[in-house]
C-alpha cells in the first residue's frame, strides 16, 4: 500500500533529514516509526502526504507516485491525525467532523450523517457530544474527535503524528486500548510516529527504529525487542527488554495444558491475552495456574501455568541472526 524506494530527503544548507529509506507498509497494517526527536520520523510521514517534498527516491501509494499527485487531491485521500489535533474552535464537534467529507463534495445531511456514526465509532455520542465545541471537550475526547475527523472521508491510508502524546498516561492508554480495537474494524493502513517505544511496542504490527536519519530496524515487535539487529537498537530498546516482550506476546493453544476434570479457576484470561496480563493474573493466585478460555464462547479451553509462560517465549522468540 505505501512503498518507499531509495528515499532521502537533503535541506538546501546540507542538512540531511532521512537517507536512502526503503521500506513498504502493506494494506490494513499499522507501522510504528519510533526513535529520539529530530532522527526523521516526521519527515518520512510527511513526504506520504507531500507536506515535504523528498530530494530522490519514489514513494508509492496503492502503486502511484505520489509525486504525480495533486498535492490537495492525495491530502483529502489521506487521514491525518496529530498531537495538538487542529480541530477548528469555532465548529461544533459534528460539524468538524464532516468538513472532508463535504470538501469532496458529498452533501452536508450525508456528511453529517457519517460523522454522526464516526463519533459513536470511536465513544462520543453524537446527541451528547455533536453540538459542543472542542473547548468544552477534554484533552482525550479532543483526540477522538481528530480521529473521527481523519476517518470521515474514509481513507485508506492514516498518518498519525503522536496522536496521543498530549494526553496524561492514563488517558493515554486508554485511547490506545481504544484504537487498536477501532483498527480491528476499520482495518486502515497506517503510519504512526511516535517517541515513545512502549506505545511503538504495543500499537505497531512492525515497528521501524530509527537512527538519524535511517532505519536501524523494521520487524516485529516480538523481533525487535528479542533480536536487537545493532548495538544502537539494543542500546534504544533498553535492558529491560525481555519484559517488554511479555506485552508483545500473546496466549496461544500451544501454551497451555488441559484442564482437570471439573476444574474451574479462580482466575481466567482470553485466549490471546498478553503473556504481561496472564503473568499479572498468575501471579496473584496461590494454585499457580490459571484458565484460558475462549474469546468468543467464554468456554475454558486450557489452564496455563508458569512452564507455559516459558514455552510462549520460547516460542516467540526470534531465530537467532
Known amino acids: 500500500m505505501i512503498r518507499f524506494e531509495h528515499v532521502t530527503k537533503r535541506y538546501p544548507d546540507g542538512t540531511t533529514a532521512v537517507e536512502d529509506l526503503s521500506f513498504e507498509v502493506a494494506e490494513g497494517e499499522l507501522v510504528t516509526l519510533v526513535g529520539p526527536s529530530g532522527c526523521g520520523k516526521t519527515t518520512t510521514m510527511k513526504m506520504v502526504n507531500r507536506l515535504i517534498e523528498p530530494t530522490s527516491g519514489r514513494i508509492l501509494l496503492n502503486g502511484e507516485d505520489v509525486s504525480a499527485a495533486d498535492p490537495v487531491e492525495l491530502r483529502r485521500r489521506i487521514g491525518y491525525v496529530i498531537q495538538q489535533v487542529g480541530l477548528f474552535p469555532h465548529k461544533t464537534v459534528l460539524e468538524n467532523t464532516a468538513t472532508v467529507p463535504q470538501l469532496t463534495g458529498t452533501p452536508k445531511a450525508k456528511a453529517r450523517a457519517r460523522a454522526a456514526e464516526l463519533l459513536e465509532l470511536v465513544g462520543l455520542d453524537p446527541a451528547v457530544f455533536g453540538s459542543r465545541y472542542p473547548?468544552?471537550?477534554?484533552?482525550?475526547?479532543?483526540?477522538?474527535?481528530?480521529?473521527?475527523?481523519?476517518?470521515?472521508?474514509?481513507?485508506?491510508?492514516?498518518?498519525?503524528?503522536?496522536?496521543?502524546?498530549?494526553?496524561?498516561?492514563?488517558?493515554?492508554?486508554?485511547?490506545?486500548?481504544?484504537?487498536?480495537?477501532?483498527?480491528?474494524?476499520?482495518?486502515?493502513?497506517?503510519?504512526?510516529?511516535?517517541?515513545?517505544?512502549?506505545?511503538?511496542?504495543?500499537?505497531?504490527?512492525?515497528?521501524?527504529?530509527?537512527?538519524?536519519?535511517?532505519?536501524?530496524?523494521?520487524?516485529?515487535?516480538?523481533?525487535?525487542?528479542?533480536?536487537?539487529?545493532?548495538?544502537?537498537?539494543?542500546?534504544?530498546?533498553?535492558?529491560?527488554?525481555?519484559?517488554?516482550?511479555?506485552?508483545?506476546?500473546?496466549?496461544?493453544?500451544?501454551?497451555?495444558?488441559?484442564?482437570?476434570?471439573?476444574?474451574?479457576?479462580?482466575?481466567?484470561?482470553?485466549?490471546?491475552?498478553?503473556?504481561?496480563?496472564?503473568?499479572?493474573?498468575?501471579?496473584?493466585?496461590?494454585?499457580?495456574?490459571?484458565?484460558?478460555?475462549?474469546?468468543?464462547?467464554?468456554?475454558?479451553?486450557?489452564?496455563?501455568?508458569?512452564?507455559?509462560?516459558?514455552?510462549?517465549?520460547?516460542?516467540?522468540?526470534?531465530?537467532?541472526?
Open 135 to 321: 473547548e468544552q471537550l477534554s484533552g482525550g475526547q479532543r483526540q477522538r474527535v481528530g480521529v473521527a475527523r481523519a476517518l470521515a472521508a474514509d481513507p485508506p491510508v492514516l498518518l498519525m503524528d503522536e496522536p496521543f502524546g498530549a494526553v496524561d498516561p492514563v488517558v493515554r492508554e486508554r485511547l490506545q486500548n481504544e484504537f487498536l480495537a477501532l483498527q480491528k474494524t476499520v482495518r486502515k493502513t497506517i503510519l504512526l510516529v511516535t517517541h515513545d517505544l512502549e506505545e511503538a511496542v504495543r500499537l505497531g504490527d512492525r515497528i521501524a527504529v530509527y537512527g538519524e536519519g535511517t532505519i536501524e530496524q523494521f520487524a516485529r515487535p516480538a523481533a525487535v525487542l528479542g533480536a536487537p539487529a545493532t548495538d544502537y537498537v539494543a542500546s534504544f530498546v533498553g535492558a529491560d527488554r525481555g519484559l517488554k516482550r511479555l506485552a508483545v506476546t500473546p496466549v496461544g493453544e500451544a501454551d497451555l495444558t488441559a484442564a482437570a476434570d471439573g476444574e474451574e479457576p479462580a482466575a481466567t484470561v482470553a485466549l490471546g491475552a498478553s503473556l504481561r496480563e496472564a503473568l499479572a493474573a498468575l501471579l496473584q493466585q496461590d494454585a499457580g495456574r490459571i484458565g484460558v478460555t475462549d474469546p468468543d464462547s467464554g468456554a475454558l479451553v486450557g489452564v496455563l501455568t508458569p512452564e507455559g509462560v516459558h514455552r510462549a517465549l520460547r516460542r516467540a522468540e526470534p531465530p537467532a541472526a
